[in-house]
């Protein structure tokens, strides 16, 4: 109960006061009852992932990534309604392995529109999971920043013979954009066979905040899909194909807005069980058409700038493992591929027909490995993970052109440089991790783990060869140029935990500290030729990808108490600090300290929850990035829920209920002109809005 003490200075004074005055008076509540959560987290294994509870939150919200603002030392990097870039304890986008349904999405856009939470549309959204800490070996190819799982919605298989139906139909609205949003879902399974289709659309205006509406931040997106499955003795075989439509949606933070996202996602997979060996196989497949513009939702920056960019994208990939006892334990052996490909090309339709630039021509990333992982009881209190991958990472680049090549002596030689260079880039790269977890008691239990991680290049911070702001989604406004010779980031990282549970509460903090050798980051370039070129562009101060070295370490938790057979209270707080350790400087886009609370009451047909978040200011930011410090601030949500029958619920509320005016240090920062939110400065948060939706569940 002392946690609320340690959430930071610079909150909402009201925030705080209504969570002390709130926690005091329930705490009076004599009654104990364990909380779901603490049951369910009892188990030593079962703290390693923190499952975010869905069912208190606003299906309105677009953005499954908003979500991860619930999970300790897990956050979101803003550029837009719907490109939540998943942080974990400081890393993010490429860093962060994010599992949708399974599998690894190749996103197609170069500046990150299409992140992999962007695929699972809220309303479609049945888990979503941060593995806290060191993320396993077997959880992805390239995991230096940990391994998230997202999973949508899906059909089950169901106990008899006949066939049986289920329905979920979801509809909402919220003021703040006047929001819609409409999800359904039907599925028809037996024991053998199940079936599910679905579909979603959400839109929205641009959002208000307390000084006006922030421009463009529309959005309209459709999403819906098939999958089928089957079981028999013991085998499992799984198909599905999701589809999703994006149309214009801003993205202030970014140069261009979307103007569509059209992708296809194929996945198949295979379960089954041999004898004393479990196999399990998958094989996926996605494409992504992509087009975004400056000039549909927003001006351009100066009348004659209109640009637009046309990216493509494919991904193939596989997984296939086999699991079996070795010694006290189960051992499992596995190899996974991703392999992508990546064009863009810009042009300027309005203004001149000629104008022709290839950022990116003809990419290939190619990513193979092979992993060990050990699970055993090694004492009786004792439990540990050993793992081992080798994941080898081949990239490589087309040649490119420009259309003022030859016309403008930069250009041509940055092009022709480009052209002429070697641009394959192989890294290998060898993974370990070790974990314990000791059971002290039925009530207390410690863990210890340890590892090393790679993550090779992007492609962007590889062949981006023309002085542009292809960042995946950095949106610091900088200007990037890439390195062909860049080596891969190496983490050493070591963690410590602790999971305490009684019948009054709950407590599960985790410290870390992870070094990072050849941390990839962007420092001034030093290049005549690219100052030049970028200079023309209008950044005399272009950045070129680099590999230097830096530090994050940080404190983790989630924290509950139970307040009788009603009542509960539930919080996390996540702490990171990042800085370079090759110069004096901090890293770019670092969560400030911050934390919420929420104080719940469950009866049988109904809830209510009242949560308060509060953000520290950030004042470790990142000179070399350009990176301007926020301010602290707190938050008030009020959300309810009612059953009406056992299929119909209503979930209701209000965000934000004192229409605070606040800049989230994670959001990007604006870029649009003519908006009211000056060009250079964050782009606020969205202001008071109430929200209702109507859910019927048939099964
Ligand atoms: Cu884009």
Known sequence: MNSKRTIPGQLNRLTLVTLLCLSTTVQAEETQQLPEMTVEGAAMSGSAIFPIQLEQTPVTTADTAALLERAPGANVNRNGPLTGIAQYRGMY?????VLVNGIHINTGGPNGMD???????????????????????????????????????????????????????????????????????GALSNRNHRMHVYGSREKGDDYEFPGGTVTPSEYDRKNGGIGYGFQDNGHELGLNYRHNRTDDTGTPSLPMDIKYIDTDIFESEYSGTFGAYDVHGQLFYNDVDHKMNNFELRNPPMPMMTRENESTSEGLGFRADVGFAVGAGQLLLGTDGQFDEHDATV????????????????????????????????????????????????????????????????????????????????????????????AYSSQLGFNLEGGIKNRAPSYQQLYLWAPLQSTNGLADGNNYVGDIDLDSETAYEAGLGLDWNNPRGYLSPRI???????????????????????????????????????????????????????????????????????????????????????????????????????????????????ESESSGYGLMNLRGGYDFTRDLSLTAGVENIFDREYQNHLSGINRVVNSDVPVGERVPGAGRSFFASLQYRFN
């Open 93 to 97: 986008a490429d860093q962060v392995n």
């Open 115 to 185: 992140t992999p939470l962007s695929y699972i549309p809220r309303a479609q959204l049945e888990s979503l999971e941060v593995m806290r800490g060191i993320a396993p070996v077997s959880s992805g190819l390239e995991t230096i920043g940990g391994t998230m799982k997202a999973n949508a919605k899906t059909s089950h298989f169901s106990s008899g013979d006949e066939f049986t139906p289920s329905l979920d139909l979801m509809l909402g609205g919220a003021s703040v954009d006047t929001s819609y949003s409409v999800n359904g879902f």
């Open 347 to 438: 042009t300027d339709p309005v203004n001149n027909p000629n104008f022709y630039v290839e950022p990116y021509n003809d990419v290939k990333r190619d990513a193979f490995g092979l992993f060990a992982e050990w699970d055993s009881d090694i004492a009786d209190d004792w439990d540990m993970q050993l793992g081992g991958r080798y994941t080898r990472v081949s990239s490589t680049a087309g040649n490119v052109s420009h259309f003022m090549a030859g016309v403008n002596p930069g250009i041509t030689t940055l092009q022709n440089r480009f052209n002429d260079a070697d641009k394959d880039n192989d890294q290998n790269n060898f993974d370990l991790v070790a974990k314990f977890d000791h």
């Open 512 to 626: 870390f500290y992870r070094y990072v050798k050849d941390y990839i980051q962007g420092t001034p370039s030093t290049d005549p030729v690219v100052i030049m070129v970028s200079t023309m562009g209008g950044d005399p101060n272009p950045l070129q990808w680099s590999n230097v070295d830096a530090m994050l370490y940080g404190l983790d938790m989630n924290w509950g108490a139970s307040l009788g057979s009603n009542w509960s209270l539930d919080g996390v707080i996540s702490y990171v600090r990042g800085k370079r350790d090759d110069i004096s400087d901090d890293l770019y886009r670092i969560a400030p300290l911050n934390g919420s609370a929420t104080l719940s009451y469950s009866a049988p047909k109904w809830w209510v929850g009242l949560e308060g978040i509060a953000y520290a200011r950030q004042d470790k930011v990142s000179e070399t990035n350009e």
